[in-house]
């Protein structure tokens, strides 16, 4: 008999999406799908090689409530559909649970459902989902930031291990502070490795191009990160204290100020890091360069 509680998923873009096929993997029971549209949890269901409900958001004063709900809409989204869903007549047996998936909200943002008896957390994992299957994939393994009360971590973290994931949790304060991390690890290199394609481009080589030579040298960055602290990582211009290549750079970019912006904030970062290795009178000179 399976033990493991049925799931139903309201949100399925392509994070619910993703969860709803590593789930089913898993053997949990996907009770329902539920989307605004129907035709979006539709298409979320044909991932899936077990059948399920499919639903919108509408509709779901007309379904049984799951033992474990994941809320997986925009963050934007998570406080108006928590509302809606405390407001539901919903005839179920024993505890609710209900967890979002945001990074950057808190279980707080559940309190219309903890108000009714539910217990209520939040389960984010640190990976970067960009499509459904792959997204899946990578979930397994991942890294999760899990809160809430008592029994929504407990019942998190049990869902984590299922995929061969692991957990941790911070104090739901500090939940933006800990978004805003994984944003500038993830969506913000993406961003950067973006400028730095376009700086190729203009030396004349096509987008594509410019991916293809700078991912190596984006995987070799990460592959010091695995071995070594940021300190000892940092390899080019700032590490060695190059002021003539810094100049270079400068001139190079001075008819572009939001590249050059960049390059300022993120070489005053570098030179930081580096600082402890360099003469105190190169990081003097460099600090004056890039203001």
Same mark, same amino acid.
């Given at each position: 008999m399976n033990s493991k509680p049925e799931v139903s998923i309201i949100g399925t873009g392509r994070l619910g999406t993703a969860l709803a096929i590593a789930l089913a993997s898993e053997g949990y029971p996907i009770g329902s799908l539920v989307a605004r549209r129907r035709e979006s949890a539709r298409r979320a269901a044909s991932y899936l090689d077990v059948s399920t409900r499919v639903s919108?958001?509408?509709?779901?004063?007309?379904?049984?409530?799951?033992?474990l709900l994941l809320i997986s809409t925009p963050d934007d989204q998570i406080p108006a559909v928590a509302e809606m869903l405390a407001h539901l007549n919903w005839q179920t047996v024993g505890t609710r649970t209900a967890l979002h998936t945001s990074g950057a909200l808190s279980s707080e943002q559940l309190a219309p459902l903890a108000e009714k008896g539910w217990s209520t957390g939040s389960v984010h994992p640190l990976v970067s989902v960009s499509e459904p299957k792959g997204g899946a994939r990578l979930l397994r393994g991942a890294f999760w930031c899990v809160e809430g009360d008592k029994r929504a971590v407990r019942l998190a973290r049990a869902l984590v291990k299922d995929l061969d994931g692991k957990s941790f949790s911070i104090e739901s304060k500090n939940k933006p502070l800990y978004h805003a991390a994984a944003v500038m690890a &993830?969506?913000? !290199?993406?961003? +950067?490795?973006?400028?730095?394609?376009?700086?190729?481009?203009?030396?004349?080589?096509?987008? #594509?191009?410019?991916?293809?030579?700078?991912?190596?040298?984006? &995987?070799?960055? !990460?592959?010091? +990160?695995?071995?070594?602290?940021?300190?000892?990582?940092?390899?080019?211009?700032?590490?060695? #204290?190059?002021?003539?290549?810094?100049?270079?750079?400068l001139a190079a970019l001075e008819d572009n100020e939001p590249t050059l912006e960049i390059y300022r904030l993120l070489g005053q970062w570098s030179l930081c890091l580096a600082a402890a290795r360099l003469d105190p009178a190169l990081v003097k000179r460099i600090k004056r360069l890039i203001g």
């Open positions: 919108a958001l509408k509709e779901l004063a007309d379904s049984t409530g799951p033992g &993830s969506g913000n !290199v993406t961003a +950067l490795f973006d400028v730095a394609s376009q700086m190729l481009v203009r030396c004349g080589l096509t987008a #594509g191009e410019a991916r293809r030579v700078l991912l190596p040298l984006l &995987s070799s960055a !990460v592959d010091n +990160l695995r071995e070594l602290d940021p300190a000892r990582a940092l390899t080019g211009t700032f590490a060695r #204290g190059d002021v003539e290549t810094v100049k270079r750079h």
